[in-house]
């Protein structure tokens, strides 16, 4: 069960990396406009 716990926490923290990722690439799209 540890190891099924550690991975939602791991998908968790992917999502957000691409969330943050994402707002990073608009960020730069407005910028570079």
Same mark, same amino acid.
């Given at each position: &069960?540890?190891? #099924?716990?550690?991975?939602k926490? +791991? /998908? /968790? *923290?992917? +999502?957000? /990396? !691409? &969330?943050i &990722?994402?707002?990073?690439?608009? *960020?730069? #799209? !407005?910028?570079?406009?």
């Amino acid at each position: &069960m540890e190891n #099924a716990d550690r991975t939602k926490e +791991e /998908l /968790l *923290v992917a +999502e957000e /990396l !691409n &969330m943050i &990722m994402e707002a990073i690439k608009e *960020v730069d #799209a !407005n910028v570079k406009v």
